[in-house]
């Protein structure tokens, strides 16, 4: 240790305030006075990564304390000799676990802690970088007090590093607590993209005990974008917003706002990559679909969301309602991070009068949710499932007071959808266990649960759906789907409590589509579903929205070549956006023909098309969107590009209705669905048909050009 307690020095003209005192900066080659137990802090401060480690970045000099040796697995502390408090403030560098009492830097008078600091992170992904955090210790001056750096945590984030110990009479944080009357409807807030950036705030209305919320937003002095917090259901309130950032960014701090808008707000729906006629986030993040119900002429679609960043976190209920489930109007989320964790995906349900023990008087409609303790700002909360009702059709939702109705079961179970069964009268609960797991669990009031059994969907996992159809529609020879987030199912039967399988998995979506649900209460018996469009690449860089819903579609069981198959169509709403149709029914086209459809360049369009098969000779047919040969067919061997197995043509036709917006295409080929997001980014590369070593005969060739439902 080379400097311990001696005052630093520095130019009096760079400040008038009295100079710093060193605690330590951990310079040296061993730890000096302080005392070792232990091996995760190793012999002496070390100069940066230790062997597995991320990059440690943020420290001062050439060393630090790094509680790494040996990996996460192995404890050990670090105690400083005992020094004098003389200065205001403790400001010091650290990072690592966040488990307090665990990986942790005490300041101990008397023996007693007196205030404690820990890491960021309890998840694996992160940062190694460390930041500023300051003690505010001004009523412990004079007094003799000493430090203790812990790490008696194994496993993920199980160490703590520190450096550069201060005591200064400026805070290198600020410790914020700040009023905001809620006169309009966001608070906005600029940020930066790096995810390593990110602070947590917590937002408490009135004065209320528990915070309304918290987030963990990555606020910036050169923004990005700007995002907001919703307050549209809080008017004439007062949220407080408190928290500890880096001393440096009191300025983008002085820019959050009330405000009726939000900067960029002014192009929103316009940016290049902006999905036109398929729902995605005014900002943020995007993932699942969740808590789909109709009700009373209004599609709800809440979904998984990030409202403060472009990649996952902040797991939150975005919500967006719809009467054409084209055309989306997004509310104020539905359900927001808090003292139960993150939230993540469930259903939507509608709950007739006296339907369920929730404290409500009429018809309701309630979300069933994941509460990700896991996740959440306090230890102590597990992963397990919770309601939220509403009471005047879904604009506001109320989190049930006697939550959790299911307490943790296995692993991180998840994704209720809840449902009723009429012949029992009573509520179903699929729920996602792990691996490719799942149970079933019924209730009379969906407050009281019941484990009924247990059922698998081999080779998938997460977010369950459970519905019965007709085949063919025939009222009478129905069956049950159990259906998992990559787009398997098992066909069976259900008898209210039991799934018993008759044959699967088959595969029924392809390509970008996951996590997708079904509408609970849709009209007509119908079961629209709608599913996340995922990206395994970098999603939509450079956008402050990422990633997209797919299509809308109908599904439906048929008897098919191989048995009884489900089946999808677009949903009928499309009709509703189509603004002009280029009809070429009949067309044989070989290659070499000039191509009808080369005018078409750009997003938005959909190709209806039914092929004669008998009356093709080409061996490979489909159509090339923008130079991507997304949809081509081979008559051979009925394979089509994106979907595994075959495609049989149904009397001899092949049915391909392809749906292009900005980025994205969709194909759906005799009921099969297929999606993908386009790279090359439209407008410059025409659509072509395509018919090698042959002709191909249309039936049906239509190009509808698709309206933007954004305008
Ligand atoms: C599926 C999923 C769900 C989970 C949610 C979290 O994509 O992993 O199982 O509830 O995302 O965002």
């Not at 994704?415 to 029992?424: A, G, L, Q, R």
């Not at 649960?449 to 085949?471: H, N, Q, R």
């Not at 900005?662 to 669905?673: A, C, D, H, L, P």
């Not at 395509?690 to 002709?695: D, H, I, L, S």
């Amino acid at each position: 240790m080379r400097l311990l307690l001696l005052p630093l020095l520095c130019l009096p003209a760079l400040s008038a305030a009295a100079t710093d005192v060193i605690v330590a900066d951990f310079e040296g080659e061993d730890f000096g006075s302080w005392k070792v137990t232990g091996s995760a802090f190793g012999k002496g401060p070390v100069a940066g990564s230790l062997p597995g480690q991320m990059q440690v970045s943020g420290f001062i000099g050439q060393r630090l304390v790094n509680g790494y040796h040996g990996g996460d697995d192995a404890l050990g502390t670090l105690e400083s000799p005992e020094f004098k408090v003389e200065r205001k403030f403790l400001n010091f560098l650290i990072g690592g676990g966040r488990f307090p009492g665990e990986t942790c830097m005490d300041l101990l008078l008397d023996g007693k802690v007196v205030r404690t600091a820990t890491g960021r992170y309890t998840q694996p992904g992160g940062s190694e970088r460390l930041d500023w955090q300051t003690w505010d210790v001004a009523d412990l001056a004079g007094k003799s007090v000493s430090l203790r750096i812990t790490d008696k945590r194994t496993g993920t984030w199980g160490h703590i590093n520190v450096d550069n110990i201060v005591q200064s009479d400026a805070p290198k944080t600020l410790e914020l607590k700040k009023e905001f009357a809620i006169t309009d409807r966001y608070l906005i807030w600029p940020v930066s993209r790096d995810p390593s950036q990110r602070q947590r705030f917590w937002f408490t209305l009135d004065g209320e005990e528990k915070p309304l919320l918290y987030a963990d937003i990555c606020l910036s002095n050169n923004p990005d974008f700007w995002v907001f917090t919703d307050l549209a259901d809080h008017q004439g309130r007062k949220v407080t917003v408190t928290g500890t950032i880096p001393g440096v960014l009191g300025d983008a701090w002085e820019k959050v706002k009330i405000s009726d808008t939000y900067p960029g707000e002014e192009v929103i729906y316009q940016e290049e990559l902006r999905p036109q006629y398929h729902f995605s986030s005014r900002r943020g993040w995007l993932n699942d679909p969740n808590g789909m119900v109709w009700h009373d002429g209004q599609w709800h679609l809440f979904y998984q969301h990030n409202p403060y960043n472009h990649g996952w976190h902040n797991m939150t209920w975005g919500h967006a309602v719809s009467s054409d489930l084209f055309h989306w109007k997004e509310k104020p989320p539905g359900l927001q991070p808090d003292q139960e964790g993150y939230m993540y995906s469930g259903s939507g349900i509608f709950a007739p009068k006296g339907s369920t023990a929730l404290p409500v008087k009429g018809d309701s409609l309630v979300l069933a949710y994941t509460a990700n303790g896991n996740h959440g700002y306090e230890p102590g909360h597990k992963v397990v499932q919770s309601l939220a009702f509403s009471e005047d059709g879904g604009k506001t939702f109320t989190k049930f007071k006697g939550n959790p109705v299911l307490p943790h079961v296995v692993a991180e179970n998840r994704d209720p959808k809840i449902f009723w069964h009429e012949p029992s009268k009573h509520w179903v609960m699929p729920l996602y266990y792990d691996g490719e797991d799942y149970g079933i669990y019924t209730s009379p009031d969906m407050v009281k649960w019941e484990k009924t059994s247990d059922y698998k969907i081999p080779t998938d996992g997460e977010c369950p759906d459970l519905f019965e159809l007709p085949v063919d529609g025939d009222a009478k020879n129905t069956r049950w789907i159990a259906w998992g987030a990559q787009g398997k199912y098992m066909l069976g039967s259900f008898d209210g409590k039991t799934f018993k399988p008759e044959s699967g998995p088959h595969q029924h979506y392809f390509g970008a589509a996951y996590a997708g649900q079904s509408y609970d209460n849709a009209p007509d018996k119908r079961r629209v579903h709608i599913g996340w469009m995922r990206d395994t690449g970098a999603g939509f860089q450079g956008m402050p929205f990422n990633l997209q819903m797919t299509l809308p579609m109908d599904f439906t069981l048929r008897k098919q070549g191989d048995g009884i198959r489900l089946w999808s169509e677009p949903s009928k709403e499309v009709e509703g956006i189509r603004s002009a149709t280029k009809d070429l029914n009949g067309l044989a086209f070989s290659s070499g023909q000039v191509d009808p459809l080369a005018e078409f360049k750009g997003g938005q369009y959909e190709i209806e098309a039914v092929i004669d098969v008998a009356a093709t000779t080409a061996s490979e047919v489909g159509f090339r969107i923008f130079d991507d040969h997304a949809a081509i067919w081979k008559p051979g061997d009925e394979q089509f590009t994106g979907a595994r197995g075959k495609q049989a043509p149904v009397d001899g036709k092949l049915n391909v209705r392809i749906f292009v917006d900005t980025v994205s295409m969709e194909v759906f080929v005799n009921g099969t669905y297929v999606s993908k997001f386009i790279r090359q980014l439209p407008g410059t590369k025409p659509i072509r048909i395509v018919a090698n070593g042959g002709e191909v005969k249309f039936d049906t060739l239509k190009v509808h050009t698709l309206k933007s439902v954004w305008k």
